[in-house]
Structures are given as C-alpha cells and as structure tokens.
C-alpha cells in the first residue's frame, strides 16, 4: 500500500507542475523557463502573503489545483510528444527521486535534521515568521529558508508530513535545476544530445577532481571506498588532500607552507559542493537555492539575448510584454538571493549587472528600468521578512584573505581545470570568429575570472575561524560559481558551427561526469534497509523501542518534547519531536546559538538537559514545568547514553511528570514522562 500512496502522491505532485509549465504561451519561450519562473513567483508571493497572516492548512485546495491542472493538460495527458518535451525536467527529477527512495533516512548526518527543522517550522501554516520548534518562545526569523517553506508548502497542500514534503521537495528542485539547465542550452544548442550532455555533467558532475578521483584514492571494490571519493570530491583541499594513498599524489597536493604546517589548526578546509553531490547526501540546503536562482536567471538572460525578431505590429507588442516580465522577474532574483541563501546575494546582483554591462557594450539598451523594478518588487514582496531577519541576522564584513589562508595552488588547479579550460577555448575563439555567441562568450569568461579573483581575495568573516576562516564564503561561492560557469561556457562553445570547438568543450564535461562512477557504485553497494519510506523516520522506527515513543508522540496533544543531549550538533537531539510534528526543548545547541549571536541562555539551557538525563538536578521537576515541558523522552539514545540515570530520573520527576512505560526490552523500561 505505501507503494501505491507514493507512486499516487508523486502523480499528484507531477500533473501540477506539468500544469504550471503550459500557463505562460509561447511568448515565453518554453515550458521549463515558466514552469521556474511560476513555482519561483508563487512561492515568493505566499511568502509575503504568509508574513501578514497564515493560511493554514491547505489541504482542501488540492482537489480544486488538480482539476485546474488536468483542464490545462486536457489536450496534452495523451501526447507522447508533449511526455517527450517534459523529458528535461522528470529525467532529474528521477534521479532524484531514486537516490531520496533507496535512501530517505533524515537522521543524524550531515544537515538533515537541520533541513527537517526548518521544513517543520512552516509546517502548521502559522504567520510568519513562525514559532521557533528548537527554541520555545522565540520566531524563527534568524535564517535564510525560503526553499524550505516551499517545501512545506508541497507537504500543506498534499497533507504530508514533514519528512515527505523535504524529500519531495528536494526532487522537485533538482528537476527544476535539470529544466532550467536545458531551457538556457536549447537557446544556443539544436542537438538534443549535446544539451543532455550539458545537463548531465551540470546536474550529476563532480569538479575538476572527479576525474583523478580514481587514481588518488585506491581502494579495494566496497561501499566505503566510493564513499571517500565522493568526499573527496567537495572537502578535498585541507581535508582529503592529506589522505591521499598514492606517492605521486601526496608529493604534488600534500606540500603546505611552513607557517601553516606550525600552526595547530592546519591546512585550511576550502570545499566546493556540486550538484550531484548534494543528491548524494541527501541535504535540502541553502546552495541548492542558489543553484536555482542563477539557472532562472541564465535561462531568462538566453531568451532575452536569442529571442526571435518580431513578424508584425502585434508580435512585437507580444515580445516586448513577455522581455518585460522576464526582466522583471530577473531584477526580482538579486532581492529573492537574501531569503534563498544570503550568501550568493552580491554573486546574483553580479550576474545581473555583468549581462546589463554586456548589452551596453553591443550596442543595446540594458533595461535598468526593468531590472531595477522587477528588484523593488522583490524588495516589497520580502519586506516583511526581511523586517524580521535584517534585525536578528550576524554581521559578516568583508574582508581581504590573509595570505596564509590562500588556496594552495596545486589543489586549485585541480578543481577549477575544467572551468579554466572552458575560458580559454572561449577567448581563443573570440579572436577567431565574431558572432554574438562568441562574443558573449569572452564576455562572460571575463566574468567568471573576476569572481574567481573576487573568491581568492576576499572572505566573509563569519564566527568560523581558524582552519574554517573561509570555509563558508568558499562553500556558497564556489559552489555556485563551478556550476553556473560549467553550464554556459560549454554551451556557448557548443552552439559553434565548427566541429572541434563543440568536441573540446566535451572534454570538461566528459571529465566532471566521472563523478557518476563513484555514485553508482554506493548506489550498488550501500544497503538499502529504508527504501521507499518517504518520511524520513524509519532509521527510528526499525527498533521497536523509538517506534512506540515515535507513535505514542505523534498522537498526543501538542507539547515540548525534552530529548537528552549528547553534544553540540550532529545528534539524534529533537528527532522524535521533528518527526512526530511536536516542538522540541532542544534543537541543535551550538547551531541556535551561532544564529542567534551566541547568547548564554541557549547553551545553559542544553547543558542544564545534560545533567538532567545524569539524574544531577534535584529539582528537574520543577525546572522542566518552569518552562513548558511536556513531555521527557527516554529512549534508546538515552539509556545508551546514561543507563544508571533512569531510577534516579524517575524519582527526581514523580511529582509532576507520569511515567508513561511503553516498551521494554531487555529488562529496560523506556517511554515518556508526561506532565500531569
């Protein structure tokens, strides 16, 4: 049954957003560039509409969504042509879709609690911002998560949980990634291979490292060997350059400076996060939304420069409506950066600016009066967020990169070649052939170097120091960079009408989707306990013992749910509250407390829990009803932790808390305490 739920939900989900790519008429271009522009213009707007008061569940509007959506399909469900044509956005949409099937755990690694976190906050439909579920008391008004209210949106509409709405969420962004890539190559590039090629190597590729990936990491044929690679890929230069286990390998990347080799912290850890490895991982995570507003924006920046001259008086007025809303639209995407992933905001206003600058450099108008009005729209659309955010969020001046903390050279080169290569093909072509593509080419290969001077000279100084002094401005702006510059070199180079420009911009692109190696091969071999659970929990649920907590939380009344704290982050802390749709007492700690400029409170309050699971506090009774508690966990992760503490916890919490037991096993009792 769970099977025909998903296959019907995922049905469901799909004929919508079919629907959304035949609302815009030709004028637009295509499917795929409205279908984005749609989804980015609808989220955006029940983002602003939100913040002045919530609407709730929206679980009554889909019967009325689907019927609209099969009127506007009506002529199109039985077309295999109109199938063929959404081919770019399900294929990666599939992709997706698999990796987030056969592993769709939203457990203790990486970010995935964090990401269900924020999912769970605009679950309930509140006004925004809502009610802070890892912080009582507080909004969660401190970070940049409107994907994840899109997300949440998904699972309101559908009545689904949490959970699901993450991982559908997540498949619906990468189709749309996959849709957008496509919508700007089929500007320049004719062959229906070549754009494949470009979507595959953008979508599913690794960096300049996936190639060498092989040869540097040797190990035998299991899981865990495909599992380095694929780590190796993002967090190589101070982190896997100095495990590297061939001796050519270690002398050319493992040489540092000697100041560095001194200093107690180390190599500096400078990743850059592709797509594919995100569909790896599993995380729903602020760059994702970055890659989807720089795709939206080169795909409306290759309609607008591709766009065909006008036949008459009535086509010309017809162009000019549809380049108005896309400019619009463009101008809007710089603004949308600040609540999708702040620190791509200036990446996104060069973009913008560096297209304007090129219009003007051909002799065209730039339409600053589009793109300045599509950015005030965006700047009123946000402003009740941003009247939240803008007083809660941490200052990160900008400042220059000390020259200890420089990108070692060798590991550089490495990573960027591909993205080298693709400039100098494209300024060696400029010298030979003047056509608007190659042209544009040069053009944008100037701008990628200059982001590349502007990412090595300068950082965001966030609290992380040390060997992590750079670690996320290098994170957020390479990561969006590779992609981006990836996707429009090759394309520009392959709409040639030589031969061989098309078949050297290949080599790049061949090498970066030597990532899929190590991919296919975790997807092969890395066990599948989990498959098809959708929601995110069943890493809980395998072991009857969370299972029962997990059911019994799920169906009693709302209420603060106290889970034991092992460390800062990267716990099993506020699972159960998450995946039960309850507030939790404690999220993340070091986490909260970084987004929220450090306050004492926070982290007294987490180490305070500690001690209550350690049966230190006598008055824990009296503490946990000061403040809202309603209900005290005690599970595996708790009896693991402290077995001795239960009967000591038990007394200290009888005269306010009932013991509700609701599993044993072993000898050991586990359950809930809950308020009387």
Request: aromatic residues 14%; contains cysteine.
């Amino acid at each position: 049954m769970s099977l025909i739920f998903t296959a019907l939900t995922v049905l469901l989900l799909l004929v919508h957003l079919a629907a959304l790519g035949q609302l815009g008429g030709e004028r637009w271009s295509d499917r795929h560039l409205v279908r984005g522009a749609l989804v980015f213009t609808l989220v955006l707007c029940c983002f602003f509409v939100e913040h002045l008061f919530g609407l709730g569940s929206l679980r009554w509007l889909w019967p009325f969504t689907l019927a609209g959506s099969l009127f506007v399909l009506r002529r199109k469900i039985a077309d295999e042509a109109f199938w063929r044509g959404e081919l770019p956005f399900l294929l990666p949409f599939a992709w997706a879709f698999v990796w987030r099937f056969l592993f769709p755990n939203l457990d203790v690694t990486a970010e995935h609690l964090t990401d269900l976190y924020f999912v769970r906050n605009y679950m309930d439909g509140a006004t925004l911002p809502p009610p802070d579920q890892w912080l009582p008391g507080f909004r969660f008004d401190v970070y940049y998560a409107l994907m994840h209210y899109a997300a949440a949106l998904i699972g309101r509409l559908f009545h689904l949980s949490a959970g699901w709405s993450m991982n559908l969420g997540f498949c619906v962004l990468i189709g749309l990634l996959g849709s957008l890539v496509w919508s700007m190559a089929s500007r320049w590039v004719a062959s229906t291979g070549w754009r494949s090629l470009i979507v595959a190597a953008t979508v599913a590729g690794g960096n300049g490292l996936a190639p060498l990936l092989l040869v540097l990491f040797k190990g035998p044929f299991v899981v865990g060997t495909a599992v380095t690679r694929l780590w190796a890929n993002t967090r190589f230069t101070g982190v896997f350059d100095q495990n590297i286990n061939v001796e050519w390998g270690r002398r050319l990347f493992g040489s540092v400076s000697p100041d560095l080799l001194q200093q107690p912290w180390g190599p500096r850890d400078l990743p850059l996060e592709n797509i594919g490895y995100f569909i790896y991982l599993g995380d729903y995570h602020p760059p994702l939304a970055g890659f989807l507003l720089l795709f939206l924006a080169l795909a409306i920046i290759a309609r607008l420069e591709t766009g065909a001259p006008p036949q008459n008086r009535e086509d010309a007025h017809g162009e000019h409506n549809a380049c108005g809303k896309l400019l619009l639209l463009l101008g809007a995407s710089v603004p949308a950066a600040i609540a999708l992933n702040s620190w791509v905001f200036p990446l996104q206003g060069l973009l913008v600016l560096g297209w304007a600058g090129w219009r003007l450099t051909q002799g065209k108008p730039a339409q600053f009066g589009w793109l300045i009005g599509g950015g005030l729209i965006g700047l009123a659309l946000l402003y009740p967020f941003m009247s939240h955010f803008a007083l809660t969020s941490l200052a990160v001046p900008l400042r220059p990169v000390p020259s200890i903390d420089h990108t070692p050279l060798a590991q550089w080169v490495a990573i960027w070649w591909p993205i080298l290569w693709l400039m100098l093909l494209c300024w060696i072509r400029r010298f030979g052939e003047d056509t608007p593509s190659a042209r544009l080419g040069a053009w944008a290969a100037l701008g990628v170097l200059l982001l590349l001077v502007i990412s090595e000279t300068v950082y965001m100084d966030d609290p992380s120091g040390d060997r992590y002094n750079r670690f996320n401005t290098v994170l957020k702006w390479w990561s969006w960079l590779f992609p981006g510059a990836l996707a429009l070199l090759a394309t520009l180079l392959i709409s040639a009408e030589r031969r061989a420009w098309r078949w050297l911009a290949a080599v790049p692109l061949i090498g970066v989707l030597c990532y899929t190696l190590p991919q296919l091969q975790y997807l092969v071999q890395q066990p599948k306990p989990h498959a098809g659970k959708l929601g995110g929990e069943a890493w809980l649920t395998s072991d009857p013992v969370n299972r029962r907590i997990l059911e019994y939380l799920r169906v009693a009344p709302r209420g603060l749910v106290v889970e034991g704290i092992d460390g800062g982050a990267y716990m099993a802390t506020s699972a159960f509250a998450l995946h039960a749709a309850q507030p939790a007492f404690n999220g993340w700690p070091s986490h909260v407390a970084q987004w929220h400029g450090e306050p004492q409170h926070i982290l007294i309050d987490a180490e305070t829990v500690r001690r209550i699971y350690r049966g230190e506090l006598p008055n824990a009774a009296e503490w946990l009803m000061a403040r809202g508690a309603r209900y005290v966990v005690w599970s595996r992760f708790e009896q693991n932790r402290n077995p001795g503490a239960f009967a000591q916890l038990q007394q200290q919490l009888a005269p306010s808390y009932v013991w509700r037991p609701l599993s044993d096993a072993d000898g050991v009792a586990y359950g809930v305490w809950e308020r009387r």
